[in-house]
């Protein structure tokens, strides 16, 4: 079992959480990692607290880490190799999420999705470092890549570009008690 969060109480509630048992976490909403294009994504000015959640979590042994990334064209696909740094510097696993139509105000489209092709050809050509795939997909909706000097660990959710609902094998209580089995 793991947790999903956004971080926010994350510092306040670690310590509490590990001893009941909990000892894997996803953290979503670590979109960008700069303070005001976290802001303007977010709407709200938590950057630092949501760090220091992560930075608390990884101090208590929490692991693995999973950081979740929605890349966004023109927003912030400008820091995939930031992203991909921080996989091979720390523990965490780095999963870039395809932007999805999840919302009414989202104002997504087709041309703001950033493919793992193009994150891949991204980091490859940039860091000189190949990508190699772990394992098929299965029932997990990530396809998980390892840098091939065993550097770090990057997943990709491709739910628009390589949609897996069939065989996805995940479901979701929500903070207020409801089952989901899909993000859609």
Known sequence: MSLTTNGYYLTEQADELYEAGLNRINVSMVDSLNAESFAAIT??????KVRDGIAKATTLGFNPIKINVVLIRGFNDNEILDFAELARKSNFIIRFIEFMPIGSDDKWNIQK????????????????????????????????????DGCGEIGFINSVSHPFCEHCNHVRITSDGKLRTCLF
């Not at 891949?120 to 000189?128: A, D, F, V, Y």
């Open 43 to 48: 709407r709200r000015n938590y950057y630092e």
């Open 113 to 148: 999705v950033v493919t793992s092709e193009e994150i891949l050809n991204t980091i490859e050509h940039r860091l000189g470092v190949r990508l190699a795939p772990k394992t098929g997909r299965g029932s997990q909706p990530v396809d998980i890549y390892l840098f091939e």
